[in-house]
């Protein structure tokens, strides 16, 4: 049989509101928020950098975990808090949450509709991430227990944002002060910290965070997250199987942050970390059971804010991560879309899209190596819990889906540029065969051009040759007609048609055109040219010059015996003595 349900005797909440925020701006959204400031009776600021983080968030966590919250280089969280003095004149020392005028279903058995309260240590923070992340925290504290029942409808109740759900936190008003309460109308500053006045809690934060909407504030969901912690008396020991069996409907209640009259939900990420500290994380919320021991110890009273603080740094950097990822996720999926649906005929568009995957590839790799902790403590059960919040966030999950879509991506990419090269190369080697075709059909022509050249430079070597035997033979036949032997002239006008036309084609080569190619070997030197070809023919005339002369002076040297006495023979022969006088003067 089950044992009775323990009756708790202290609970304290963490109400936790995440957000978004532009990761590029995180030291000027910093700044703007110190300057937020509320004027009421007096300026009192809504923000400060404290000058020292609590002790319980900084004990037995590992160096890089403490930097990276609560550093000052670039690549750490931004921590603020609201001034205590500003802090207490907003909440006094407790208020009422209490329900809205008309609010309540018909027919549904109702709870308490008030919820006095205090605010608690460690009173109202805010974290902001390096990665796009933001948490806002407040903590408050019940000034009564009512049970387990109370407790969870409690969280359920502060949880709620949404307007025809949302409790209102109103200051008591004395009687005996002479101003009268706000009105529910009246602006926000008007109701913050006056006695009677109400406003919601989303009221508040949104009035808190508005120089955030500068930077890319927004809320990721419509409800807050709680942290709570329950302690319980020395009587609930959470091995002992009765005991467990008899919380485990409050512990999944809390964790899942449902609503008091639901059938809830018994499955939920827990763990039991010690006999004394029962954990259970759901998807918006986080449940510490806490027990004292038996027989007492002074640390008893000290177990509730150690969970509170030191527990809390876990969750917080498991939530953190949570949000980076969903932003990451969020900017890809609308980039991956718009990339693979339609925008294939802008190629500036799609550049565009290409490079803000490789942005967000970085900024995953960033999130890796700062803010994604293997471990955050040096204690293993706070590394336990530091999983088991993972778990139930589903931290890991989202992180392996962002790696493989972006993996997944850059693949994309890859064969997109593989593709695209491909295609260009088709083009350029279309263009080159082109280009190819048409040099050879320029060769062809070329080819052709040289072929009718070489023709033509044929025939006219042909025509040189009988050119320098023609003038040659001119030549002979003008310089030997005067001056030498007719028989003499006509055999050496047959002999130098011969003989120059030999010479001019040996020397020509007019069967050979290779032979006048400019392309020749560096140093080499023709054996024939137009030097040898003019010293042959000079040569050539100077001895047929000689020889003639040595004919005609031979011939004068031999006695005429077979000349006539005759009168036409006298007159020839007068005619040649006549001639012999210029011969002789030569």
């Known amino acids: 049989m089950t044992a009775p349900i323990q009756a708790p005797i202290q609970h304290c909440l963490r109400l936790l509101l995440p957000f978004f925020l532009n990761r590029n701006a995180l030291c000027e959204a910093e700044g703007a928020l110190i300057c937020r400031t509320h004027e009421a009776q007096k300026i009192r600021p809504c923000w400060e950098k404290p000058d020292e983080v609590p002790t319980l968030y900084q004990d037995e966590a590992l160096p890089n975990v403490h930097d990276f919250l609560f550093g000052s280089s670039p690549g750490c969280c931004a921590y603020l808090r609201v001034p205590d003095e500003t802090a207490n004149y907003w909440f006094k020392n407790g208020g009422m949450f209490s329900k809205q005028s008309g609010q309540g279903n018909p027919g549904v058995l109702e709870r308490p509709t008030e919820f006095e309260v205090g605010l608690a240590a460690p009173g109202i923070e805010l974290f902001l991430s390096p990665h796009g992340a933001g948490v806002f925290s407040v903590s408050f504290e019940p000034k009564r227990i009512a049970g387990p029942r109370f407790l969870q409808d409690l969280n359920y109740r502060l949880s709620q944002v949404r307007s025809f759900v949302a409790y209102r936190f109103r200051l008591p008003h004395s009687p005996r002060n002479p101003d009268p309460p706000p009105a529910p109308d009246a602006p926000f500053g008007e109701r913050l910290g006056k006695g009677g006045g109400a406003f919601t809690l989303v009221e508040w934060v949104e009035f808190l965070l508005e120089p955030l909407r500068a930077f890319g504030y927004r809320r990721i969901q419509e409800q807050f997250s709680v942290y709570s912690v329950t302690r319980f008396g020395p009587a609930a020991d959470f091995t002992n199987p009765n005991v467990a069996a008899s919380l485990v409907p409050y512990l999944a209640a809390v964790a899942h942050v449902e609503e008091y009259h639901h059938v809830g939900s018994l499955a939920v990420a827990g763990h039991i970390l010690n006999p004394c500290h029962w954990a259970a994380v759901g998807s918006l919320g986080a449940a510490h059971l806490v027990a004292d021991q038996d027989p007492p110890h002074p640390y008893d009273n000290q177990r509730l804010p150690t969970v509170l603080y030191k527990y809390f740094i876990p969750y917080l950097l498991s939530l953190m991560q949570r949000i980076a990822l969903q932003r990451i996720m969020r900017e890809a999926r609308t980039t991956i879309t718009e990339l693979t649906c339609g925008c294939e005929e802008r190629p500036e568009r799609v550049a565009e899209l290409i490079g803000g995957l490789?942005?967000?590839?970085?900024?995953?790799?960033?999130?890796?190596?700062?803010?994604?902790?293997?471990?955050?403590?040096?204690?293993?059960?706070?590394?336990?819990?530091?999983?088991?919040?993972?778990?139930?966030?589903?931290?890991?999950?989202?992180?392996?889906?962002?790696?493989?879509?972006l993996n997944d991506a850059e693949v994309m990419d890859n064969n997109r540029f593989q593709s695209g090269a491909l295609t260009e190369l088709g083009h350029l080697a279309g263009k080159l065969n082109q280009t190819?075709?048409?040099?050879?059909?320029?060769?062809?022509?070329?080819?052709?051009?040289?072929?009718?050249?070489?023709?033509?430079?044929?025939?006219?070597?042909?025509?040189?040759?009988?050119?320098?035997?023609?003038?040659?033979?001119?030549?002979?036949?003008?310089?030997?007609?005067?001056?030498?032997?007719?028989?003499?002239?006509?055999?050496?006008?047959?002999?130098?048609?011969?003989?120059?036309?030999?010479?001019?084609?040996?020397?020509?080569?007019?069967?050979?055109?290779?032979?006048?190619?400019?392309?020749?070997?560096?140093?080499?030197?023709?054996?024939?040219?137009?030097?040898?070809?003019?010293?042959?023919?000079?040569?050539?005339?100077?001895?047929?010059?000689?020889?003639?002369?040595?004919?005609?002076?031979?011939?004068?040297?031999?006695?005429?015996?077979?000349?006539?006495?005759?009168?036409?023979?006298?007159?020839?022969?007068?005619?040649?003595s006549n001639a012999a006088p210029s011969i002789s003067r030569k």
Request: net charge neutral.
């Open 358 to 405: 490789r942005v967000l590839n970085s900024q995953s790799l960033a999130f890796t190596v700062n803010g994604y902790f293997a471990e955050v403590s040096s204690r293993e059960a706070i590394n336990q819990y530091y999983e088991l919040a993972q778990q139930g966030l589903r931290v890991q999950d989202r992180f392996q889906t962002v790696q493989r879509a």
């Open 436 to 576: 190819i075709d048409n040099l050879k059909s320029l060769l062809s022509e070329a080819g052709e051009n040289v072929r009718i050249v070489a023709n033509v430079q044929s025939k006219v070597e042909w025509l040189e040759v009988f050119f320098v035997s023609y003038y040659a033979t001119a030549m002979v036949y003008y310089v030997g007609h005067d001056h030498f032997e007719d028989a003499f002239v006509i055999g050496s006008l047959l002999a130098a048609s011969f003989l120059s036309g030999i010479i001019a084609f040996y020397f020509l080569n007019p069967h050979k055109l290779q032979a006048h190619s400019s392309s020749r070997q560096p140093g080499h030197r023709s054996e024939k040219g137009p030097i040898g070809f003019l010293i042959a023919m000079m040569f050539l005339f100077a001895a047929w010059v000689a020889l003639g002369f040595f004919c005609h002076q031979k011939k004068q040297e031999i006695p005429n015996h077979y000349t006539t006495v005759s009168e036409p023979a006298n007159k020839d022969y007068d005619r040649a």
